[in-house]
């Protein structure tokens, strides 16, 4: 079945640590998309990319990096920049749509927290 | 800019009530707008959206949603709740300049009373 895959499901970062979380997708879509979810807060954008060697920052950028290497993957990196990284972390994709009419299919989610 | 304001973070009926989420979007060009569910440790999953045409939207599990563009809302809605529709919802629009992105409400939080 297609779909996107995100791993692991529970990550522990240390204090001065950077850790990368992995979003893989088989469905063949062009844009790929990473929220962070706190409670009461919905999700906030952090980065997406629309095009393979492409991305732009999203709302809540700073202390995180991305890439996107190949088409199927865009792994998240967490700073030790990023003094708040407690968190859930949600991947999505989408296929290129007109003026975004195109849903967004999640991964079920990193749950990020520090040790 | 895009934003969306979901009513009520927390709602609470009984099995067999009508379930009403409120949501109110503000939007400078034509909107598309979604519904997303969340279940516990899980991701998002697409209830239903609006693009254009018909204003009243069907989606799965018996949920759907009507677009009233003179009251910039898209309130989701199903007539009779079941236990398994606990969950955390989500409303979110896209649309015009960054138009792949999409802004959401922050969540309504739907409990079922047996």
């Known amino acids: 079945d297609g779909g996107i895959t995100q791993s692991p499901k529970y990550l522990f970062r240390k204090e001065g640590q950077n850790v990368t979380l992995s979003c893989e997708q088989n469905l063949n879509h062009d844009a790929m998309y990473w929220y962070r979810q706190d409670p009461g807060q919905g999700l906030r954008l952090i980065y997406y990319s629309q095009i393979v060697n492409d991305f732009q920052k999203g709302d809540i950028a700073e202390g995180y990096s991305v890439s996107r290497e190949k088409k199927e993957s865009f792994p998240l990196t967490v700073t030790s920049a990023q003094k708040n990284p407690t968190a859930f972390y949600l991947c999505?994709?989408?296929?290129?749509?007109?003026?975004?009419?195109?849903?967004?299919?999640f991964g079920d989610g990193t749950r990020l927290s520090i040790l | 800019a895009q934003s969306v304001t979901q009513l009520g973070s927390h709602v609470s009926v009984s099995e067999g009530a009508l379930v009403l989420l409120r949501c109110n979007y503000s939007s400078s060009v034509p909107p598309y707008l979604f519904w997303y569910v969340q279940y516990p440790n899980q991701g998002l999953q697409l209830l239903l959206k609006y693009t254009t045409g018909a204003t009243l939207v069907k989606g799965i599990n018996g949920f759907e949603a009507e677009f009233k563009k003179s009251e910039t809302s898209f309130h989701l809605t199903k007539p009779s709740a079941h236990m398994s529709d606990a969950a955390e919802y989500f409303c979110?629009?896209?649309?015009?300049?960054?138009?792949?992105?999409?802004?959401f409400g922050q969540g309504t939080r739907l409990t079922i009373n047996p």
């Open positions: 999505a994709s989408s296929i290129e749509g007109q003026g975004g009419n195109q849903p967004q299919h």
């Open positions: 979110a629009v896209s649309g015009g300049q960054g138009a792949q992105k999409l802004v």
